[in-house]
């Protein structure tokens, strides 16, 4: 079988996607191109690979056959020619990147000038979403995510770890006092997480001798359903809220926030993993920007720098 890699790659990306124009849109060609490839592969494979249908494509089990072995013979191409074109120029080529958007904001905008200084010919897209990505599907090379990540298919590095914890505004804090006991919280304008409940549960430090796994249950007076809302609304001292410690340090830094009830309730660490599919993460660019991140997080690399 003569078969061509190109080929085989819109044959895959097809499938993932499930729609020739989806495929011709992302590869500006016309949907009547990517329409004869998969022809042409089909006829070189002496199969169907694929039904066609009014409801969409699906595969056929010769063409589930075929992407199993096609997707790696694509993946061996792209990290050879990944692995040829680092020996001669570094990291180079697009990464796709899934990521919330209070992290793309206050985590990757201010990395990406270091990384760009240390590897030149690296271009990143971000995907800023709250919602968790189909990988695969949306072409995505690294998603970073905190907690536990999901998926037995997919392959992930712990680059940091954060905390939670209170803070306010010294505007707010102005107007409304700054509590000096949990009992007084009742009395403040808490800022509450909408979309997850889990948030709203403030653990207590050890040294509030309080019993093991119990916390303080936060009543809103405002809720907001992400973490870039909220950190707003401490910010303009609409109240109380328990954020990211990785969000609020150069808020912190700045006096824009300060810390809040710092003894009473717990910054417990929760891992923040790069996440990457299988085939994508031995890739010099994949490695080079999960490096970076990692760097960056932990404070070996700061704005206007690059790493060593």
């Known amino acids: 079988m003569k078969l ?24 500006d060609m016309p949907v009547s191109q990517v ?16 039904h066609r249908s009014t409801h969409g494509l699906s595969l056929t089990d010769e063409g589930d056959t075929f992407a199993a072995h096609a997707r790696r013979l694509v993946d061996t191409r792209d990290e050879l020619a990944a692995a040829l074109r680092h020996s001669r120029s570094g990291p180079s080529g697009w990464v796709r990147l899934a990521v919330s958007p209070v992290l793309a904001e206050t985590v990757i905008a201010p990395s990406l000038p270091s990384l760009y200084e240390a590897f030149p010919q690296l271009q990143v897209e971000v995907l800023a979403d709250d919602r968790m990505s189909d990988m695969a599907r949306e072409g995505v090379d690294i998603a970073i995510r905190t907690g536990s990540p999901q998926g037995d298919n997919l392959v992930a590095r712990q680059i940091a770890e954060h905390g939670r914890q209170l803070c306010a505004s010294p505007a707010y804090l102005a107007r409304f006092g700054t509590p000096q006991h949990p009992d007084e919280l009742a009395a403040h304008r808490l800022i509450t997480s909408s979309a997850s409940p889990g948030l709203n549960r403030w653990p207590w430090d050890p040294r509030a001798q309080q019993p093991a796994g119990a916390f303080y249950l936060a009543k809103g007076h ?8 909220t950190m707003a609304l401490a910010l303009q001292g609409v109240g109380i809220a328990r954020l990211n410690d990785l969000l609020t340090r150069a808020h912190f830094a700045s006096g824009a926030l300060v810390p809040v009830l710092d003894t009473w309730f717990g910054r417990s660490r929760v891992p923040i993993y790069a996440v990457m599919l299988p085939e994508r993460h031995r890739l010099p660019k994949v490695r080079a920007c999960t490096d970076h991140w990692a760097r960056w997080l932990s404070g070996e690399v700061s704005a206007g720098s690059a790493p060593a």
């Open 35 to 50: 329409s004869r490839t998969l022809v042409r592969l089909e006829a070189r494979c002496d199969a169907r690979l694929m």
């Open 222 to 229: 405002t809720r907001s359903d992400n973490s870039a809302l």
């Open 4 to 27: 061509d890699l190109d080929d085989a790659a819109l044959f895959l990306r097809v499938a993932e996607l499930g729609s020739l124009s989806a495929v011709a849109r992302e590869r």
